[in-house]
C-alpha cells in the first residue's frame, strides 16, 4: 500500500511536466513561487523515462482494486478537482495508455469505474457541500453561502471560456469524475464493452443517498424569531429554517441535476456504433445512445413490480427511477413545449412543435403510435402487457386490428426532430415512482398541519384546564416534544419540497400532464381505435400529474390563462369519458370520476367546470345517469351524492352558509339552473336518478335504524366519567356501521331535499312519487323524534358519550332534510294554488291542478301529527335563541304553515280514512299487497289481482308479477 501511494504520488509529481516538456535537450530553469525554490524542466525524452518507471512498478499493483480504491482513485480525485481538470484527466488517461499494457489499462480503468459508482451512490450532502458534521455541530451555511457568492464572479468567466467540470461550489467529486472518463470515446468503448457490470455501473452513478433524520437536522438549521405559538401555517414554520442553509441546499439540488444531465449527454450524443480501428470492423451493433436507450428500457423492465401492494426483490434504488424521471423531464422539455393551433375537426388544441434539441436529424413529425400495441419494436410496452383503455392487448388486437394506415399520428406537416419513445420512458418511470413520492409530500405537509393545530389546541388546553402550578412542568414537556416533531415534519417538507416539487419540476410536470392531455383527447375524437389501445397508465398519470400541480405549495396556476385552456381540454375528458363504454376497467372509470369530485372541491376548479361547454352541456346527465347504472353494492352513487352536495352547498334547510344569496362561493348557481331545466331536457333521466334514489334511501335508512335499534339492546359496562368502556369487536364494528349508515341515510335524504327545491314538481304532480317520498319521510321521523317508534334513536344518542366514534350522530343532522322537503314542497304547492286562482280570476289559460299535498299526506296510516308538532317546537326554540339564519327563517315559517293545515284536516281525513277502509272490508276485495284499497287491476299473464297504486309502484322495478314473476 505504501508503495502504491508513493508511485501514485510520483506520477501526480511528473504529471504536469509531460506538458511542459521539450523535444530538446535544452533546460530551462523556472521558480516554485510557493516553495521559493528553482526547478528543473525536463526534456520530453527525460519525463518518459520517469513514467516508464513509475508504471513498470504501478501496473501490477493497480491489479488489486484497494490499490486502486487508497491510492489511484484519489490522484483522479485531486486533478478533477484543479482548474482544467477535466483536460488533466485527458492527460492522465493517454500516459496511462501508453505505458500499461492493454490488459492492465482495460482492467484497471473497469476497476476504477466500479469504484466510482460506489462513490456516486453512497456520498453523502454532506460530503457533497465539502463539509464534515460532528454530532450536534450544525452546518456554517453563513459561510458556505459567503463563499459561493465570492466565487461566483470570478467563475462565471473560467466557465465561459474553459470546458472545464470542475464546479467550485459543490463536491460532486464521482459525479464530475465519470463525466470526464466517459467523455473519452476509447473510455467510453471499454465502459460498454462489459456487459455484464456496465448496467450495474449506470445504476449506482444515478443513484442518490437519501438524507436521514438526524442529516436533516444538520442540514437546516433552526432559528425563528417567531415563539411556537405564534406558528399558524406552514408558511411560519419554514421562515424558520436558515435562509442560507435553504438557499445552499436548494442550488446543490439544482447543481446536481444539471450534472446528471451532463453525464448523460455523454452518450446521447454519440450516435455511432464502435468500430475496430485496425479491421475497420464494427465491434458493437448499438452506439452509446441506443445502449443508453436500452439500459432505460432494462430499468423499466426490471422496476414492474413496484407498484404491487409487497414488490419483489431485486429493485433498483428508488433514487435511480427519480433521478432519470429528472433527467427525461429536462429531455423532453422542448419535445412538451407546446404551440396551440386549431384543428377543424374537433376544434380543440393540439402540439405545433415536438422536438429534442440533442437529436440531429431530421424525420417526420409523429407520435409512434405503434408503441401502444406493437411495442417490440420500440422496446417497450410488450414486454410486460399493461392493461389497455379498452380491455387487454390480445383481446384488442383480434376485435379492433389497426391497419398501417393507422400506425401514427400526424400533428401537422411541418418536419422536427422527434424521439418520443423517451416520452413513453418518462410516463412509465413517474407511474412506477413518482405518485409515491408527491404522496410523501403530501402527508409530510399534512402532518405538519395536524401537528400546528394540536400545538395551537395544547396551548389553549392549558390557557383554560392545566393552569395549576404542578400541571406546568408536564405542559412543557408536552409542549416542547410537539415542537420538536414540527421541526422534524418542517425540515422533512423542505427537502421533499425542493428535491421533487422545484419549479422547474412542477413546469416540466405541467407539459407532460398537457401534452398528454392533447394526445389522449386527439386519439379520442380523431382515432377512437387506437384510442382502445392507449395504456391504462397514460392516463392515470394525466389524472395524477393534474392533482400534483393542484395540490403543490404554492398551488400552481392551473386556473389562470394560458394554462386555463390546458385544464377546459382536461375537464372536456373527465367529463366524457367516466362513462365512456370504451373504457372498460371500472377501476379506472372511478377514478376518473374521483378526480373530478376532488376537482369539484375547489372553487376555482368549480368555477372552471362551470366555464367548460362539455361540462354544462353533460355534467349533470352523466353523473345521474352513471348514479342509476351503479347498484347498492357499489360505491359510485356515494362518490356522485358527495358530488351533487358540492354543487348545493349551503342551500339545505339548517346547513351551514345558508343565506339569502344562492350565488354564494360554496355552491354552483349553474349547475343548479342546469338541474332544474332537466325535468324538460331529460326527463327519462331524472326519472330514474329519482326511482334509484328512492331504492337506495330506503336501503340505508332501514340498515340505518336496524343498527340502532340493535345498539339500543347492547349492555355497554358502565366507567367514570370521561372514561371510554372497553368494547368487544362486535360492539366496535355495530358502532362503526352505524355510523356509515347515519352519514349516508343524511346525504340521502339531501339528495331527496335539493330535488325538491328544484324540482318539486315531479313530486306535486306525480302521485307515485309524493307517496313514496311521504312514505320514507314519516318513516325517518317516526323513528328520530317523539312516540315508541324513537325510543331507540333516544337511547342511543344519550349514550354518545359513553361509546367512542359516534358523536357526530345527532337528531338536527337527519331531520333538517326532512323538514327542507316538506318546506319546499309545501312552499310550490301553495304558490300553485295562487297561480290557478289569478288564473281562474282572469279567466287566462288553465294550469294543471297539483296532488292534494296535506291531504295526500294525512291519508297515510303512518301519520301522526305530534312528530310535526316536536320538529316545530325544536325550531322554535331555535329561532328564539337566533340559530336560524334569515333564509331557514321563510322556510320554517312554511313549515309552520303546513303543520297548521295538517292539524285542520286530520281528524275528518283519519275518519273519512276509516269508513272508506271498512267498506273495501266488507266486500271482500281488499288489496292483497296494502290491504287499504280495492282491487282494481289484473295482471294479464298469470291473472293476480291487486290495486292499480301497488302494482303501478312495483312495476317502477320490475316488470314482472308481484306474486309468480311471470
Known amino acids: 500500500i505504501g508503495q502504491a501511494r508513493y508511485l501514485t504520488a510520483c506520477l501526480s509529481r511528473v504529471l504536469p511536466y509531460n506538458e511542459k516538456s521539450t523535444a530538446t535537450n535544452q533546460n530551462a530553469m523556472q521558480i516554485d513561487s510557493n516553495a521559493d525554490r528553482l526547478l ?13 518507471h513509475i508504471f513498470e512498478h504501478l501496473s501490477p499493483l493497480l491489479l488489486k482494486k484497494y490499490h486502486i480504491v487508497n491510492s489511484f482513485y484519489p490522484l483522479f480525485v485531486d486533478l478533477i478537482e484543479k482548474e482544467n481538470g477535466n483536460s488533466k484527466i485527458e492527460q492522465l488517461i493517454e500516459v496511462m495508455r501508453l505505458f500499461m499494457e492493454d490488459y492492465e489499462f482495460d482492467a484497471t480503468m473497469l476497476q476504477l469505474f466500479s469504484h466510482i459508482s460506489y462513490k456516486c451512490k453512497t456520498t453523502s450532502w454532506f460530503e457533497i457541500l465539502g463539509k464534515k458534521i460532528e454530532k450536534n455541530h450544525p452546518f456554517d451555511f453563513k459561510n458556505l453561502s459567503e463563499s459561493i457568492e465570492s466565487s461566483t464572479s470570478t467563475t462565471t468567466t473560467s466557465t465561459q471560456t474553459s470546458n472545464t467540470l470542475h464546479t467550485p461550489h459543490f463536491r460532486f467529486t464521482a459525479l464530475n469524475l465519470a463525466i470526464a472518463l466517459l467523455s473519452n470515446r476509447k473510455l467510453l468503448e471499454l465502459f460498454f464493452a462489459d456487459f455484464t457490470h456496465y448496467p450495474h455501473f449506470l445504476e449506482n452513478m444515478l443513484t442518490s443517498k437519501s438524507a436521514s433524520l438526524s442529516d436533516f437536522e444538520h442540514l437546516f438549521p433552526f432559528e425563528s424569531n417567531l415563539k411556537p405559538e405564534e406558528w399558524k401555517t406552514r408558511v411560519d414554520t419554514l421562515k424558520g429554517l436558515n435562509e442560507e442553509s435553504k438557499e445552499v441546499f436548494a442550488k ?9 444531465m451532463k453525464f448523460v449527454n455523454v452518450f446521447l450524443r454519440d450516435k455511432t456504433p464502435f468500430t475496430d480501428d485496425e479491421n475497420k470492423t464494427q465491434k458493437f451493433i448499438d452506439s452509446p445512445f441506443h445502449l443508453f436507450r436500452q439500459w432505460i428500457h432494462a430499468i423499466i423492465y426490471k422496476n414492474r413490480g413496484i407498484i404491487r401492494q409487497v414488490p419483489p426483490p431485486g429493485l433498483s434504488d428508488t433514487s435511480v427511477l427519480t433521478n432519470l424521471y429528472s433527467i427525461l423531464l429536462k429531455l423532453t422539455q422542448n419535445y412538451r413545449t407546446l404551440q396551440t393551433n386549431k384543428v377543424a375537426s374537433g376544434h380543440f388544441l393540439i402540439p405545433r412543435r415536438l422536438s ?20 417490440a419494436d420500440y422496446f417497450m410496452v410488450d414486454f410486460f402487457d399493461f392493461g389497455r383503455l379498452g380491455g387487454i392487448l390480445s383481446h384488442l388486437k383480434k376485435t379492433y386490428p389497426i391497419s398501417s394506415e393507422e400506425a401514427e399520428v400526424k400533428f401537422n406537416e411541418k418536419k422536427d426532430a422527434v424521439e418520443a419513445d423517451f416520452f413513453n420512458d418518462l410516463i412509465f418511470i413517474y407511474y412506477y415512482v413518482m405518485p409515491s413520492k408527491y404522496g410523501t409530500l403530501s402527508t409530510v405537509a399534512q402532518t405538519l398541519s395536524e401537528s400546528l393545530l394540536t400545538y395551537q389546541r395544547s396551548v389553549e388546553m392549558f390557557n383554560v384546564q392545566f393552569s395549576s402550578a404542578e400541571r406546568a412542568e408536564q405542559f412543557a414537556k408536552l409542549k416542547e416534544s410537539i415542537v420538536e416533531k414540527m421541526l422534524e415534519q418542517t425540515r422533512m417538507y423542505f427537502y421533499h419540497r425542493v428535491t421533487t416539487s422545484s419549479p422547474q419540476k412542477l413546469e416540466g410536470l405541467s407539459h407532460t400532464f398537457i401534452f398528454l392531455t392533447y394526445l389522449i383527447t386527439y386519439l379520442s375524437q380523431s382515432r377512437p381505435n387506437i384510442f382502445r389501445y392507449v395504456p391504462e397508465f397514460y392516463a392515470e398519470v394525466m389524472i395524477d400529474s393534474l392533482h400534483v400541480l393542484k395540490r403543490s405549495d404554492p398551488p400552481f396556476p392551473m386556473t389562470e390563462f394560458p394554462n386555463k385552456e390546458i385544464l377546459n381540454i382536461a375537464i372536456s375528458f373527465l367529463v366524457g369519458h367516466f362513462s365512456d363504454p370504451r373504457i372498460v376497467n371500472p377501476d379506472l372509470k372511478d377514478l376518473l370520476l374521483q378526480s373530478m369530485f376532488s376537482l369539484l372541491q375547489s372553487e376555482d376548479y368549480l368555477r372552471a367546470f362551470e366555464a367548460n361547454e362539455v361540462a354544462r352541456k353533460s355534467l349533470l346527465p352523466s353523473l345521474l345517469q352513471s348514479y342509476n347504472n351503479f347498484n347498492t353494492q357499489g360505491k359510485l352513487w356515494i362518490q356522485i351524492t358527495d358530488a351533487l352536495h358540492k354543487m348545493w352547498k349551503g342551500t339545505g334547510f339548517g346547513s351551514k352558509g345558508n343565506n339569502n344569496n344562492n350565488n354564494n362561493n ?36 332501514s340498515e340505518l335504524f336496524s343498527s340502532i335499534r340493535e345498539l339500543s339492546l347492547v349492555q355497554f359496562p358502565i366507567t367514570p366519567q370521561g372514561v371510554k368502556p372497553n368494547l368487544t369487536p362486535e360492539q366496535q364494528q355495530l358502532i362503526k356501521k352505524a355510523s356509515i349508515v347515519f352519514d349516508l341515510s343524511t346525504n340521502e335524504l339531501v339528495l331527496l331535499e335539493i330535488l325538491t327545491l328544484e324540482t318539486p314538481e315531479i313530486f306535486l304532480y306525480e302521485e307515485l312519487n309524493a307517496t313514496r317520498l311521504f312514505e320514507l319521510l314519516l318513516f325517518v321521523i317516526n323513528r328520530t323524534t317523539v312516540g315508541h317508534d324513537a325510543q331507540a334513536f333516544t337511547t342511543v344518542l344519550s349514550l354518545k358519550g359513553v361509546i367512542g366514534g359516534f358523536d357526530h350522530v345527532n337528531r338536527k343532522e337527519i331531520i333538517s332534510p326532512v323538514v327542507g322537503c316538506f318546506s319546499n314542497l309545501y312552499h310550490c304547492y301553495i304558490n300553485i294554488l295562487e297561480e290557478i286562482s289569478i288564473q281562474e280570476t282572469f279567466h287566462a289559460k288553465k294550469i294543471a291542478q297539483p296532488i292534494p299535498f296535506i291531504t295526500h299526506l294525512v291519508e297515510f296510516s303512518g301519520f301522526d301529527i305530534q312528530p310535526f308538532e316536536y320538529l316545530q317546537s325544536l325550531w322554535d326554540e ?14 320554517l315559517e312554511d313549515f309552520k304553515k303546513m303543520v297548521a293545515k295538517m292539524k285542520e284536516t286530520e281528524t275528518h281525513q283519519k275518519g273519512k280514512s276509516a269508513e272508506s277502509r271498512l267498506a273495501v272490508s266488507n266486500s271482500g276485495e281488499m288489496c292483497p299487497i296494502c290491504y287499504a284499497a280495492m282491487i282494481d287491476c289484473t295482471f294479464l299473464k298469470c291473472g293476480h289481482q291487486s290495486c292499480y297504486k301497488c302494482i303501478t309502484r312495483h312495476r317502477v322495478n320490475e316488470n314482472k308479477c308481484f306474486f309468480c314473476k311471470a
Not at 528543473?40 to 516508464?52: Q, R
Open 40 to 52: 528543473y524542466s525536463p526534456s520530453k525524452e527525460e519525463v518518459t523515462i520517469v513514467f516508464a
Open 252 to 260: 446543490a439540488v439544482e447543481e446536481k441535476e444539471n450534472l446528471y
Open 356 to 375: 429534442l434539441d440533442f437529436l440531429q436529424n431530421h424525420v417526420q413529425q409523429a407520435f409512434p403510435i405503434k408503441i401502444f400495441f406493437d411495442g
Open 666 to 701: 360554496t355552491s354552483s348557481p349553474v349547475f343548479r339552473e342546469i338541474f332544474k331545466k332537466m325535468k324538460d331536457t331529460h326527463p327519462t333521466v331524472l326519472t330514474s336518478f329519482l326511482n334509484k334514489l328512492f331504492n337506495n334511501t330506503n336501503w340505508v335508512v
Open 878 to 891: 331555535a329561532n328564539s335563541e337566533n340559530r336560524v339564519t334569515p333564509a331557514d327563517h321563510t322556510r
